[in-house]
């Protein structure tokens, strides 16, 4: 037999199984990820006010317009004035938008993906800003996410502590009952019956 001794054998389908438990629990971490990523982008809101702050815009996932507010001050000037500053300011909201669900999404995806580099590329060349000017400002309007609980009873083996987190967590589902492994479960690596 060309796998050598029953030990050698045992070996390799330990270590076969070893990457099979490694495997699946980078998948949960993933699907972990990107239920967050799904929870962080459908509570997304912008608030953005002009510099002399007589119209205030909210934007949502997706750059959606949520709100614009007018202030008292802002009906004394012309109707073009406003005009431009409703547009400037639903513009910048929409963008800044773009960029929180930009960083939302490569923070669940990492390195693998530069979707965040390339809103922030293509919002510098429309902008006329640099792309470092982008980034500053998006570590300036992202929010700092609220401290969570100490769980005295919690598992902290899989825990990322590095990560953000919102201050909710959702639940685990319940594990699936285990069974009496059946005589039908064992494989006999040398044929036997």
Known sequence: MAYGSHGDLVEQLQQKLDQVEQHKRNGEQRKAALT???EQI???SVTVSSPDRTVTVVAGPGGGVQSVRVSEDALGGS???LSSTITSTIREAVA??????????QDALGEQSNVLESVLETQAEAFGMSVADLKAKLADERPVAAPRPIDQGADFAEEDFLEERPAERPARPAPPPRREPADEDYIDPFGNA
């Open 42 to 44: 459908g509570e997304l």
């Open 96 to 105: 800044a938008a773009a960029r929180q669900q930009a960083a939302i999404v």
């Open 79 to 81: 109707a073009i004035q």
């Open 36 to 38: 967050r990523m799904k």
